[in-house]
Structure formats: C-alpha cells, structure tokens
C-alpha cells in the first residue's frame, strides 16, 4: 500500500523539543501513522473491537455535513471514513508532543485526525471531515460594527487547568484583533484551515498581508467582530490543547472548528484549525446593539 507522507515536526515546547532531538522515525514507519493506517481500515470494515483499541473514551466525529457524533452512535450509524486507506491518499504528519495532527487528503476531501498520548498509548481523539464543495448561499456581511464580546471578553466555557487557561487567553487575545492575531498564528508552521466552502486557505502570511491591504484599502468598513463561541471543550496534554468549538459566523453558516493549540517558547499559539460548515445551519445575521 502506498501512501504520500509529509511529516511536519510541529511547534513544541524547549522542553519536548529537546527529547524529540533526535528526531522521528521515517514517515513511513511512524508508529502513529501506522495506527491511524490500521484504525481507517478497522472502520472501513466496520470492525468495532479493532476500532475501540485505538479510539479514545472521549472520541467524537464531525461527518462532512457537519453532524457531531459520539463513538458509539458512530458505530450504530455504521459511519465509514470519507477517505479510505489508498495510493492516491496524500498524509500530512504535525507533533505537538503529546499531540499529533494528521491530516488525510484525496482530491477535494480532507480529513484531519487528533491522535493524543494517553497512559495506554496513543488514541485518536477526534475526527472532522471536509467534503469542498461549492457554496451553496449567499453570504451577509453586518453593515454595522459588531464588537468582540464573545469570545474576546467571555465564552460559554470554563477552563480548569493551568494549561486550559493560558491556551483560552492566547485565543482570546488572537481574536481580539489583527495585532493578536498576529501575534497566535503559527506562522512558522504556515498553519492552513480547511474550510468546508473553501478547501484549504492561502497560506498564514499571505491572509495576514491581505487582510492589512484590505484595511488600508476600505478604512471606513464596518469592524466586524471575531466569530462568536456557542459551545467548545478542550483536552489538556501539557504543552498541547485540543479544541472543538461550534462558531455561528455573521453572515455566514455555523460551523465546528477542530483545534489544536501548542506551547512554543513560553507562547501559546493557534497551531492547527479545521472549520467543518453545518449542512443544516441557517445563515446567521447580527443584529445591532441595543441601549436599555
């Protein structure tokens, strides 16, 4: 079976960094990717006992409608991968040492699995899948300025530990603006989102350039707000966090964002975001702040 392998060793704190110095296996004998490998193909066959050895307790799967499933109404929906074990299948490896992002892509489908080390060995997390296709409404962008409340200010969230924390802060400081945003993008990594409308985005530095040319160029533009958060959990694994988040964009469709962010030189930065749209999401709209 073969397969393309590029693998990324993601941003890590010094720490890690400095076990992980001697650098992984070759791609094609990582031990992870051969049980993503093993895991795709116990799901393709719908083999339960062989896909429970390498799931987590708190496994959860967005399908390329943007439908949440829990593991085990996933196996009584006999839910298969969008992409199945191939030849043409093209992976992409990031570590955030006990994290691991892999990303899964044929043709316009993408896949993104969150493989995390538990003290039973590595388990897949969580999985969000991307049919691209076209858009199938029309956007409404707010002609007036919306302020960042949520999630600048507050979420429907509580972090508990230390690292929850710090990972929440430095998203809120990211959506608080172009400067924190800036500043918690990994652009080291040329971090990518996929979108379910859009495929894969241009290139970090390239958004951030054209975001500050469109600024200059439309100064008197309505400031729109950061996309707010309805509901998010997180996973802590020390100098990784995971997230999912459901995000009801203005004058956009809901969608599931898939996170992870990593700790990097005392940083905590936005390292990897899918954004999975919701089928049967209505388009969302702002409506203007009232004063009592």
Not at 146 to 151: A, G, L, Q
Not at 264 to 274: C, D, F, I
């Amino acid at each position: 079976m073969k397969r393309w392998i590029v693998n990324v060793v993601g941003m890590v704190s010094l720490g890690v960094a400095a076990a992980m110095s001697a650098g992984p296996a070759r791609a094609a004998d990582d031990a992870i990717v051969q049980a993503d490998h093993s895991l795709v193909q116990a799901l393709e066959k719908g083999d339960k006992a062989a896909a429970n050895k390498l799931l987590d307790p708190d496994f959860t799967w967005i399908d390329s409608q943007g439908i949440l499933w829990y593991k085990d109404d996933a196996f009584r929906a006999g839910l298969k991968p969008l992409i199945p074990n191939g030849s043409d299948v093209k992976i992409t490896e990031h570590k955030y040492g006990k994290v691991v992002w892999i990303q899964e892509n044929q043709g316009k489908n993408y896949v993104a699995h969150f493989w995390v080390e538990r003290p039973e060995g590595w388990r897949l997390l969580h999985t969000t899948e991307i049919a691209v296709r076209p858009k199938d409404y029309t956007s409404v962008r707010p002609n007036f300025d919306v302020p960042c409340v949520n999630p600048c200010k507050e979420v429907p969230y509580q972090p508990i530990t230390k690292s929850e924390k710090e990972a929440l802060a430095g998203w809120q400081d990211q959506e608080s603006g172009p400067e924190g945003w800036d500043r918690r993008i990994a652009t080291n990594l040329d971090q990518r989102a996929v979108m379910t409308w859009i495929g894969p985005r241009p290139a970090t530095k390239d958004i951030i350039a054209a975001r500050n040319k469109h600024m200059q160029e439309n100064p008197n533009e309505p400031k729109v707000a950061a996309v707010p958060a309805l509901w998010m959990r997180t996973w802590d694994f020390g100098d990784a966090v995971v997230m999912i988040a459901c995000q009801p964009t203005y004058g956009e469709k809901a969608y599931w964002a898939s996170r992870v962010f990593a700790k990097t030189n005392g940083l905590w930065q936005m390292a990897e975001s899918y954004h999975n749209y919701i089928a049967a999401s209505p388009v969302m709209t702002a409506v203007p702040a009232t004063t009592k």
